[in-house]
């Protein structure tokens, strides 16, 4: 860190904090007990707050048995000199921090601006798993990755709940029950998660992405690729955003897909941006009575236009599933992998237990959204209205 974190080693013990989760509905936590355990055997004194593992399945005294101290709300950031969270705090959740301290979470932007304000008058670093470097140094370090996977997996559980058919096919004496049609669309992480899921429970998948590159994954997962005539490759391995004509275009081929299935699971996104449409209300009315739409897109927006976030939407008896954060509904996995994530990053973050980021490393470069309270990137810069902070080595060490 800069010359504030160091002042801050001077006065306080290294001590990081894993605090209650202030979103509702959140029932993840960002250190599970096995991870505490690992984190203290590296120097670190993990203070965790009453309560915060309990809705993962989590109790204060599994914490308690590997070490970890368990700390009432009001004295939990004692002398702490980082804290990681899942999800990014409010601006209320700010004012107890110390001056200085380093906060690693997810952190979107547009979701949590009151915040950073917040975190920049503390002289806080963050540092957010929503600008990981795509790289595979930083794998087992991309939590975006491990919670999509979580994503995917409720998605194809939850179409085969809803869907008032079988997905394997039956062959009985009573005749054949054929298996049911599930359409994939955005193949990331999620989406071939919600492949393999569907494919193990017995659908015939068939899947669609933008990125040409995605057929292999999806055809090696037994899904059938779905070519429409747009591609957009992006950068980093996303998807870039389309324009008007291309998402157009998209929508009317993909109309005849969307109507032939009898679960669509959407997943597509592009980072930072409002989740694209690719499902118009007119698709959906054209699917069979009874059939499916799962959107895990719903909280940026959704990929289907009659999507709203944590409902369930009947469309002329269509039901379109607004899933509003997905990995908490499995919240015990979805920690743990997440868990692991915060270690690895903290290891270039708080090397052996101190609070001394990395900064000739790109991805501790790459994820700072604070260093010392100024901007660490030029989306930031504009959104404080500060300059970006110097790089290594230029006014700070």
Same mark, same amino acid.
């Given at each position: 860190?800069?010359?504030?974190?160091?002042?801050?080693?001077?006065?306080?013990?290294?001590?990081v904090?894993?605090?209650?989760?202030?979103?509702?509905?959140?029932?993840?936590v960002?250190?599970?007990?096995?991870?505490?355990?690992?984190?203290?055997?590296?120097?670190? @004194?993990?203070?965790?707050?009453?309560?915060?593992?309990?809705?993962?399945?989590f109790?204060?005294?599994?914490?308690? @048995?590997?070490?970890?101290?368990?700390?009432p709300?009001?004295?939990?950031?004692?002398? /702490?000199?980082?804290?990681?969270?899942?999800?990014?705090?409010? /601006?209320s959740?700010?004012?107890?921090?110390?001056?200085?301290?380093? +906060?690693?979470?997810?952190?979107?932007?547009a979701?949590a &601006?009151?915040?950073?304000? !917040?975190? /920049?008058?503390?002289? =806080?670093?963050?540092?957010?798993?929503?600008?990981?470097?795509?790289?595979?140094?930083?794998?087992?370090?991309?939590a975006?990755s491990? $919670?999509?996977?979580?994503?995917?997996? %409720?998605?194809g559980? !939850?179409?085969? @709940?809803?869907l008032p058919?079988?997905?394997? *096919?039956?062959?009985t004496?009573?005749g054949?029950?054929p298996?049911?049609k599930?359409?994939?669309l955005?193949?990331?992480v999620?989406?071939?998660?919600?492949? !393999?899921?569907?494919?193990?429970?017995? =659908?015939?998948?068939?899947?669609?992405?933008?990125? &040409?590159?995605?057929?292999?994954?999806?055809?090696? #997962?037994?899904?059938?690729?779905?070519?429409?005539?747009?591609?957009?490759?992006?950068?980093?391995?996303?998807a870039?955003? #389309?324009?008007?004509?291309? +998402?157009?275009? $998209? $929508?009317?081929?993909?109309a005849?897909?969307?109507?032939?299935?009898?679960?669509?699971?959407?997943?597509?996104?592009v980072?930072?941006? %409002? &989740?694209p449409?690719?499902?118009?209300?007119?698709?959906? %009315? /054209? *699917?069979?009575?009874?059939a499916?739409?799962?959107?895990?897109? &719903?909280d940026s927006?959704?990929n289907?236009?009659?999507?709203?976030a944590?409902?369930?939407v009947?469309?002329?008896?269509?039901?379109?599933?607004?899933v509003?954060n997905?990995?908490?509904?499995?919240?015990?996995?979805?920690?743990?992998?997440?868990?692991?994530?915060?270690?690895?990053?903290?290891? +270039?973050?708080?090397?052996?237990?101190?609070v001394?980021p990395?900064w000739?490393?790109?991805?501790?470069?790459?994820?700072?959204? +604070?260093?010392?309270?100024?901007?660490?990137?030029?989306?930031?810069?504009e959104l404080l209205?500060?300059?970006?902070?110097?790089?290594?080595?230029?006014?700070?060490s």
């Amino acid at each position: 860190m800069g010359t504030s974190g160091h002042e801050l080693l001077d006065t306080f013990p290294v001590k990081v904090v894993v605090p209650v989760e202030s979103r509702a509905g959140e029932r993840r936590v960002a250190v599970v007990p096995d991870v505490a355990k690992r984190l203290i055997t590296k120097g670190w @004194e993990v203070v965790v707050e009453s309560g915060a593992g309990e809705q993962a399945w989590f109790p204060d005294e599994a914490y308690r @048995e590997v070490g970890a101290t368990v700390a009432p709300t009001a004295s939990v950031y004692d002398g /702490a000199a980082a804290t990681v969270r899942v999800n990014p705090p409010t /601006a209320s959740d700010v004012a107890p921090l110390p001056a200085g301290i380093l +906060l690693l979470s997810f952190f979107p932007l547009a979701d949590a &601006a009151d915040a950073l304000h !917040a975190l /920049a008058d503390k002289r =806080a670093s963050v540092f957010s798993f929503d600008l990981l470097p795509r790289i595979s140094r930083a794998q087992s370090m991309d939590a975006l990755s491990s $919670q999509a996977t979580v994503t995917g997996y %409720r998605a194809g559980l !939850a179409g085969a @709940e809803y869907l008032p058919k079988f997905f394997p *096919m039956f062959m009985t004496a009573a005749g054949t029950v054929p298996p049911a049609k599930v359409l994939v669309l955005g193949v990331g992480v999620a989406g071939l998660q919600a492949i !393999a899921t569907a494919r193990r429970l017995g =659908a015939v998948v068939r899947a669609y992405d933008v990125r &040409a590159a995605a057929k292999e994954e999806a055809e090696s #997962l037994g899904a059938t690729f779905v070519d429409l005539g747009v591609s957009a490759e992006g950068t980093g391995g996303y998807a870039r955003q #389309l324009t008007a004509d291309e +998402l157009a275009r $998209q $929508q009317s081929a993909l109309a005849a897909e969307v109507a032939a299935s009898d679960v669509v699971i959407t997943t597509a996104a592009v980072p930072g941006r %409002r &989740a694209p449409v690719l499902v118009t209300a007119d698709m959906v %009315r /054209a *699917m069979a009575r009874g059939a499916v739409l799962v959107d895990v897109a &719903a909280d940026s927006g959704g990929n289907c236009e009659l999507t709203r976030a944590g409902e369930t939407v009947d469309a002329d008896g269509t039901t379109v599933l607004g899933v509003s954060n997905p990995p908490s509904g499995m919240p015990t996995h979805a920690s743990a992998l997440y868990s692991r994530n915060v270690l690895n990053l903290l290891d +270039l973050l708080g090397p052996d237990g101190s609070v001394d980021p990395r900064w000739d490393d790109e991805i501790v470069v790459g994820c700072c959204l +604070l260093r010392d309270g100024k901007p660490g990137n030029d989306s930031v810069a504009e959104l404080l209205g500060l300059p970006v902070a110097a790089p290594p080595g230029e006014g700070s060490s």
